[in-house]
């Protein structure tokens, strides 16, 4: 069974940045694409990054282009989401996913996720 594990989140300014991490374990297998969404209470969940499983093809919806980058390490099965400029809009509980496709922006695609972790962004 594949296991995602989230690290990274807390509590910043308005402004501020963030890195969080996701390890992959190794029951994925080698090939997939990894996303990171996130969801505020009363929100659905929604995808703000995603890339392909060679870490050449990324795709990000406008609410966050431009301040956040996803990247991957295959060789250490981690991926990576640089968070720059947050804002309290930001705030919400930050999910990896990952999913056998090796390539994909649809959320039912993504099969494995990991518990999440909290970000809080202040005025």
């Known amino acids: 069974q594949a296991q995602l594990v989230e690290s990274g989140g807390g509590s910043v300014q308005a402004g501020d940045s963030l890195r969080l991490s996701c390890v992959v374990s190794?029951?994925?297998?080698?090939?997939?694409?990894l996303g990171w969404f996130r969801e505020a209470p009363g929100k659905e969940r929604s995808l703000v990054a995603t890339?392909?499983?060679?870490?050449?093809?990324?795709f990000y919806p406008d609410s966050v282009k431009g301040r956040f980058t996803i990247s991957r390490d295959n060789a250490k099965r981690t991926a990576y989401l640089q968070m720059t400029s947050l804002q309290p809009q930001d705030t919400a509980v930050y999910y990896c996913?990952?999913?056998?496709?090796?390539?994909?922006?649809?959320?039912?695609?993504?099969?494995?996720w990991g518990q999440g972790t909290q970000v809080t962004v202040s005025s």
């Open positions: 996913a990952a999913s056998r496709f090796t390539w994909t922006l649809r959320k039912i695609d993504y099969s494995y």
């Open positions: 190794e029951g994925i297998g080698r090939v997939y694409a």
């Open positions: 890339v392909g499983w060679d870490g050449r093809k990324t």
